[in-house]
């Protein structure tokens, strides 16, 4: 049995509502720093790197699985729920990780496999082992493989169905993903009370949330695509339950890759999920780029619901999966394929493996531009560790490992990520002459004022003194220039900067971004007379720009250009 | 000076001898009477409506000089709040005048932020209200405004005999069920004349023309020094491909012409009523896909959508529309390799006309594949391609 350590003391200020505001940074625990010299990172090194996360200015920590795993699905096939995986640490080491990241300010949250198990897990070696065990229908196990027709399988490279016939109990088991992977049973109350179980577990010692994985597919029932399930909303809205009522300042963030409007529904009526990722937004602002033109972007955020009180969206750019398009058009997959993937080695599944630099040519005035759209619209954003270097991508690596490269610290040995022999590492890092770590890691990042890191550090700044980025309104305005997109974020009405420590009455003022998606310079006109008479001053230079009211508000914008303005009134107060 | 045929209701300020020497001033009666530079011009009211009484207070005038109808909206105030309501208008003053309370100034009413608020729901018989509204530029001899971002009126300053063409046809388009427009929220008339039409405002459209100029702009970069080269197979490829987005227009034209058959009828010969002013300026792109626009006219400027240099409606062959489409993607090559250097012309133009037959291509195959299109449109790809061809150089000559 796993030990129980006690809880570390919280030093982040009690506040229930911090992630509406927080900027998570999504890290790979097994390649982000190597404390002990054994080749794989580990939950002291995230610890011995807290210093830069803290510099860099991020909320909270979202940790990849580090549980017991055989690690056929960068353990995402998790083989013990309640313990660390010894060549990351223990559960002290946890707790001395959370602890610390409290005292900074930072929280950590972690990705929970409710879906699923490793088919080692003890569970599923007892389910399989007859028809009559105690653990016989934790599983989902037919005669057959004919159940659940409807059902698309995920992972098309891989699996050719979603039943996997078990010789030992002579029965099908049902697997959303990998065959390696069965799926729990939901029907049976012992899994949940044991999922339940696990939830308190981490949340006793000190988590601050999870992300959970693979939200939509928990329940099943026949006759349906087994997706967003009656069923499996109860079962969230159930941990949900378990987590307010003991531990009140902790999130649930679901990912759910479908479109909005069913994934809004993963809100509940505010008392299901606290956030849920926005999937159709992340391929659409490539999109927008390459076509240079709004209509990816703008589209989709006209076809995004509002949600209830204390919800957020979770935005990101790219992550440790593929870049996915499973929410677009076979059309749009088609173009998105021919201009991001040319090469076959670059697809995965329903996606494309590559990082963010990679996808944009190492182009650093595009990463700019997405990171200004991630930034500046609805949602909490979600950074990808190595993404603030710009860092690129190893398409040979099997499966997604190409995005899951050790991070690089600075040009020493292995990229600085440990001092272990190359041949020992858990994946290589790069060492192209273009991505590599000799010629880009945190170090050299850090030592250069002008590099991206920096400017990255910088927006991340720029975002935290204007809350209304995290809470405010969004509205698209007219623009006559299809590859400028323009929006202003405003305070909702009775909505206040809200820092967690009850200073949140004092209104803050309404933000104008204007974005240029094209390579070259662009004009824009823009009608800004709603607002009143007011003066445009840029967020990152505290320029004023001419005042404006009723005439239309010209702006040029450098190829890729971006400009954050505060509409501050004529008269001096807030919008 | 003016003559008198209407006598102005009561509660509607003493404005007639102003209404000469304003109306002399405006650049949609001097253009409509071929007079600029008169101090005063000849006006008879026609009729006169009060819309709202008391201070500060609106009426609709008309006023017909030389055979020709005019419509003017007055607005009056006292003379303490109305000149800052006005600051920035100086011209649209008419003059004081007294009302049953005292002295007023009259002016043009659509100079009036507050006054515009009260003409929509007038425009609307009472369904719209708004908080807010911006004047835009518009043609001769109409006024526009913006509501709230998201409705815009049409105030006609120049008042035909007949029913507007742009009345009808978004009427009969929106009655027949086509969806691609901007939907029509309220038509002013009074004694048969159109005053005004109020429809939904597209704040996020942007016109079609635009679009097609930066997915051009992207190929041909491509075939800059420097940035790699770009040959007719890249023409499909390249980043910024309309191809789709005219395939889609293909369809919404399609249904554009089935709703226009619908709403008008069907000539003998196949002859529908057309757009008739039919190209990327015309179609706009927003997020919910493309719609059509253009049905306005000045008769001022000689712009008549959906009429013939008659003044008629235009009835002849749907691909007649069709062809001024592609034109119009000519047009957009011919401009983007003017804007070339002359040496990288010849490539440039080599890439546009790839262009060009591109999304033609993808133009007609979106029209012809739309359902019930070929009742209308006689033909396979092959034929009908050729004679949009035929009809786009008769046009052009």
């Given at each position: 049995m796993?030990?129980?350590?006690?809880?570390?003391?919280?030093?982040?200020?009690?506040?229930?509502?911090?992630?509406?505001?927080?900027?998570?940074?999504?890290?790979?625990?097994?390649?982000?720093?190597?404390?002990?010299?054994?080749g794989?990172?580990?939950?002291?090194?995230?610890?011995?790197?807290?210093?830069?996360?803290?510099?860099?200015?991020?909320?909270?920590?979202?940790?990849?699985?580090?549980?017991p795993?055989?690690?056929?699905?960068?353990?995402y096939?998790?083989?013990?729920?309640?313990?660390?995986?010894?060549?990351?640490?223990?559960?002290?080491?946890l707790?001395?990780?959370?602890?610390?990241?409290?005292?900074?300010?930072?929280r950590?949250?972690?990705d929970?496999?409710?879906n699923?198990?490793?088919?080692?897990?003890?569970?599923?070696?007892?389910?399989?082992?007859?028809?009559?065990?105690?653990?016989?229908?934790?599983?989902?196990?037919a005669?057959?493989?004919?159940?659940?027709?409807?059902?698309?399988?995920?992972?098309?490279?891989?699996?050719?169905?979603?039943?996997?016939?078990?010789?030992?109990?002579q029965?099908y088991?049902?697997?959303?993903?990998?065959h390696?992977?069965?799926?729990?049973?939901?029907d049976?109350?012992?899994?949940?009370?044991?999922?339940?179980?696990?939830v308190?577990?981490?949340?006793?010692?000190?988590?601050?949330?999870?992300?959970?994985?693979a939200?939509?597919?928990?329940?099943?029932a026949?006759?349906?695509?087994?997706?967003?399930?009656?069923?499996t909303?109860?079962?969230?809205?159930?941990?949900?339950?378990?987590?307010?009522?003991?531990?009140?300042?902790k999130?649930?963030?679901?990912?759910?890759?479908?479109?909005?409007s069913?994934?809004?529904d993963?809100?509940?009526?505010?008392?299901?999920?606290?956030?849920?990722?926005?999937?159709?937004?992340m391929?659409?602002?490539?999109?927008?780029?390459?076509?240079?033109q709004r209509?990816?972007?703008?589209?989709?955020l006209?076809?995004?619901?509002?949600l209830?009180?204390?919800?957020?969206w979770?935005?990101?750019?790219?992550?440790?999966?593929?870049?996915?398009?499973?929410?677009?058009?076979?059309?749009?997959?088609?173009?998105?394929y021919?201009?991001?993937?040319?090469?076959?080695?670059?697809r995965?599944?329903?996606?494309i493996?590559?990082?963010?630099?990679?996808?944009v040519?190492?182009?650093?005035r595009?990463?700019?531009?997405?990171?200004?759209?991630?930034?500046?619209?609805?949602?909490?954003?979600?950074?990808?560790?190595?993404?603030?270097?710009?860092?690129?991508?190893?398409i040979?690596?099997?499966?997604?490992?190409?995005?899951?490269?050790?991070?690089?610290?600075?040009?020493?040995?292995?990229?600085?990520?440990?001092t272990?022999d190359?041949?020992?590492l858990?994946?290589?890092?790069?060492?192209?002459?273009?991505?590599?770590?000799?010629?880009?890691?945190?170090?050299?990042?850090?030592?250069?004022?002008?590099?991206?890191?920096?400017?990255?550090r910088?927006?991340?700044?720029?975002?935290r003194?204007?809350?209304?980025?995290?809470?405010?309104?969004?509205?698209?305005?007219?623009?006559?220039?299809?590859?400028?997109?323009?929006y202003?974020?405003?305070?909702?009405?009775?909505?206040?900067?809200g820092?967690g420590?009850?200073?949140?009455?004092?209104?803050?003022?309404?933000?104008?971004?204007?974005?240029?998606?094209?390579?070259?310079?662009?004009?824009?006109?823009?009608?800004?007379?709603?607002?009143?008479?007011?003066?445009?001053?840029?967020?990152?230079?505290?320029?004023?720009?001419?005042?404006?009211?009723?005439?239309?508000f010209?702006?040029?914008?450098?190829?890729?250009?971006?400009y954050?303005?505060?509409?501050?009134?004529?008269?001096?107060?807030p919008a | 000076?003016?003559?008198?045929?209407?006598a102005?209701?009561?509660?509607?300020?003493?404005?007639e001898?102003?209404?000469?020497?304003?109306?002399?001033?405006?650049?949609?009666?001097?253009?409509?009477l071929?007079?600029y530079?008169?101090?005063?011009?000849?006006?008879?009211?026609?009729?006169?409506?009060?819309?709202?009484?008391?201070?500060?207070?609106?009426?609709?005038?008309?006023?017909?000089?030389?055979?020709?109808?005019?419509?003017?909206?007055?607005?009056?105030?006292?003379?303490?709040?109305?000149?800052?309501?006005?600051?920035?208008?100086?011209?649209a003053?008419l003059?004081?005048?007294?009302?049953?309370?005292?002295?007023?100034?009259?002016y043009?009413?659509?100079?009036?932020?507050?006054?515009?608020l009260?003409?929509?729901?007038?425009?609307?018989?009472?369904?719209?209200?708004?908080?807010?509204?911006?004047p835009?530029?518009?043609l001769?001899?109409?006024?526009?405004?913006?509501?709230?971002?998201?409705?815009f009126?049409?105030?006609?300053?120049?008042?035909e005999?007949?029913t507007r063409?742009?009345?009808?046809?978004?009427?009969?388009?929106?009655?027949?069920?086509?969806a691609?427009?901007?939907?029509?929220?309220?038509?002013?008339q009074?004694?048969?004349r159109?005053?005004?039409?109020v429809?939904?405002?597209?704040?996020?459209?942007i016109?079609?023309k635009?679009?097609a100029?930066?997915?051009?702009?992207?190929l041909?970069?491509?075939?800059?020094?420097g940035?790699?080269?770009?040959?007719f197979?890249?023409?499909?490829?390249a980043?910024?491909?309309l191809?789709?987005?005219?395939?889609r227009l293909?369809?919404?034209?399609?249904?554009?012409?089935?709703?226009?058959?619908a709403?008008?009828g069907?000539?003998?010969?196949?002859?529908?009523?057309?757009?008739?002013?039919?190209?990327?300026?015309?179609v706009?792109r927003?997020d919910?896909?493309?719609?059509?626009?253009?049905?306005?006219?000045?008769?001022?400027?000689?712009?008549?959508?959906?009429?013939?240099s008659?003044?008629?409606?235009?009835?002849?062959?749907?691909?007649?529309?069709?062809?001024?489409?592609?034109?119009?993607?000519?047009?957009?090559?011919?401009?983007?390799?003017?804007?070339?250097?002359?040496?990288?012309?010849?490539?440039?133009r080599?890439?546009?006309?790839?262009?060009?037959?591109?999304?033609?291509?993808?133009?007609?195959?979106?029209?012809?594949?739309?359902?019930?299109?070929?009742?209308?449109?006689?033909?396979?790809?092959?034929?009908v391609?050729?004679?949009?061809?035929?009809?786009?150089?008769?046009?052009?000559?």
């Amino acid at each position: 049995m796993p030990r129980r350590t006690p809880a570390a003391p919280r030093r982040t200020p009690a506040d229930p509502r911090w992630y509406e505001r927080a900027v998570f940074y999504e890290l790979s625990p097994r390649t982000f720093f190597d404390s002990s010299g054994d080749g794989v990172g580990d939950l002291a090194g995230i610890r011995a790197k807290l210093d830069y996360l803290e510099w860099l200015g991020v909320d909270c920590l979202w940790l990849l699985p580090f549980y017991p795993s055989p690690l056929r699905d960068g353990g995402y096939d998790v083989s013990d729920f309640m313990s660390v995986a010894p060549e990351c640490g223990s559960l002290d080491d946890l707790s001395a990780l959370v602890e610390d990241a409290h005292r900074r300010g930072i929280r950590i949250i972690s990705d929970l496999v409710m879906n699923h198990t490793s088919d080692v897990h003890p569970w599923f070696v007892e389910s399989r082992s007859s028809r009559d065990n105690p653990k016989a229908d934790w599983y989902l196990w037919a005669d057959d493989d004919q159940g659940y027709p409807d059902v698309r399988v995920v992972f098309v490279d891989a699996e050719p169905s979603n039943w996997t016939y078990d010789a030992g109990r002579q029965q099908y088991y049902w697997h959303r993903f990998f065959h390696h992977q069965p799926d729990l049973n939901y029907d049976n109350p012992e899994v949940v009370e044991a999922m339940l179980g696990v939830v308190r577990f981490w949340l006793d010692l000190g988590l601050d949330g999870f992300r959970l994985d693979a939200a939509a597919y928990l329940c099943k029932a026949e006759g349906t695509t087994c997706e967003n399930l009656p069923a499996t909303h109860e079962m969230l809205k159930l941990v949900r339950k378990e987590v307010d009522a003991a531990y009140p300042d902790k999130v649930l963030l679901a990912e759910v890759n479908q479109w909005p409007s069913d994934v809004v529904d993963y809100f509940g009526d505010g008392d299901e999920c606290h956030m849920a990722f926005h999937f159709p937004l992340m391929p659409r602002m490539f999109m927008a780029v390459r076509r240079e033109q709004r209509f990816p972007i703008t589209e989709i955020l006209a076809e995004t619901p509002a949600l209830p009180d204390g919800c957020q969206w979770g935005i990101f750019l790219r992550n440790h999966d593929e870049l996915t398009l499973e929410m677009v058009t076979a059309e749009d997959r088609d173009y998105m394929y021919a201009e991001y993937a040319r090469d076959p080695r670059m697809r995965r599944n329903i996606g494309i493996r590559r990082r963010l630099a990679t996808l944009v040519d190492n182009d650093r005035r595009i990463a700019e531009l997405l990171h200004a759209f991630l930034l500046s619209l609805p949602g909490a954003p979600v950074l990808y560790y190595g993404d603030e270097i710009l860092m690129g991508d190893n398409i040979y690596l099997g499966d997604r490992d190409a995005v899951r490269t050790p991070m690089q610290w600075t040009p020493d040995r292995n990229g600085g990520f440990s001092t272990a022999d190359f041949a020992q590492l858990y994946l290589p890092p790069l060492m192209d002459p273009v991505h590599g770590y000799q010629a880009l890691n945190v170090e050299a990042e850090r030592r250069d004022s002008s590099s991206f890191l920096h400017w990255l550090r910088r927006m991340l700044e720029v975002r935290r003194d204007y809350p209304v980025f995290a809470s405010g309104s969004l509205e698209v305005l007219s623009a006559d220039n299809p590859s400028v997109v323009a929006y202003v974020r405003t305070p909702r009405d009775g909505a206040g900067a809200g820092d967690g420590d009850g200073a949140g009455a004092e209104r803050t003022p309404s933000v104008l971004c204007v974005h240029n998606l094209s390579r070259f310079a662009q004009p824009a006109h823009l009608s800004l007379a709603k607002f009143g008479d007011c003066t445009p001053v840029e967020l990152l230079g505290r320029v004023p720009f001419p005042a404006v009211g009723a005439r239309t508000f010209s702006v040029t914008l450098a190829p890729y250009g971006i400009y954050w303005f505060e509409l501050r009134p004529e008269d001096g107060a807030p919008a | 000076m003016t003559t008198t045929d209407a006598a102005a209701p009561a509660g509607v300020p003493w404005f007639e001898p102003y209404i000469g020497p304003y109306l002399a001033r405006q650049d949609w009666v001097q253009l409509a009477l071929g007079q600029y530079g008169a101090a005063t011009v000849w006006a008879q009211l026609v009729d006169v409506e009060l819309l709202s009484a008391g201070r500060p207070g609106l009426a609709s005038v008309l006023v017909e000089i030389d055979g020709r109808l005019f419509h003017l909206v007055l607005g009056w105030r006292d003379l303490v709040s109305a000149p800052g309501m006005l600051a920035g208008r100086p011209g649209a003053v008419l003059g004081p005048a007294e009302d049953d309370e005292g002295e007023v100034l009259v002016y043009d009413a659509l100079a009036d932020g507050e006054l515009v608020l009260e003409l929509l729901a007038v425009a609307t018989g009472g369904r719209e209200r708004a908080g807010h509204a911006r004047p835009v530029r518009s043609l001769v001899s109409h006024s526009s405004l913006i509501y709230d971002e998201r409705l815009f009126m049409k105030c006609y300053r120049v008042i035909e005999a007949r029913t507007r063409p742009e009345v009808e046809m978004v009427t009969g388009l929106a009655g027949a069920g086509f969806a691609h427009l901007a939907a029509p929220a309220g038509h002013w008339q009074r004694g048969g004349r159109d005053l005004a039409l109020v429809r939904e405002f597209v704040p996020d459209a942007i016109e079609g023309k635009g679009l097609a100029e930066t997915s051009l702009r992207d190929l041909l970069a491509r075939a800059e020094p420097g940035s790699g080269t770009a040959s007719f197979e890249d023409v499909g490829l390249a980043g910024g491909d309309l191809g789709p987005e005219m395939r889609r227009l293909g369809a919404v034209t399609a249904e554009l012409h089935l709703a226009l058959a619908a709403a008008f009828g069907r000539e003998s010969d196949g002859a529908i009523r057309l757009h008739g002013d039919y190209h990327l300026r015309r179609v706009m792109r927003c997020d919910r896909g493309w719609i059509v626009t253009g049905f306005g006219d000045d008769p001022l400027l000689g712009t008549k959508a959906g009429s013939a240099s008659t003044g008629e409606p235009l009835v002849d062959s749907p691909l007649v529309d069709v062809a001024d489409l592609c034109r119009s993607l000519h047009q957009v090559a011919d401009e983007a390799v003017a804007l070339r250097t002359p040496a990288t012309r010849p490539h440039a133009r080599q890439l546009a006309d790839g262009w060009e037959r591109r999304n033609v291509g993808e133009l007609l195959r979106g029209y012809l594949a739309t359902d019930g299109i070929g009742e209308l449109v006689q033909g396979e790809m092959a034929d009908v391609s050729r004679r949009v061809s035929e009809l786009a150089a008769e046009r052009d000559r």
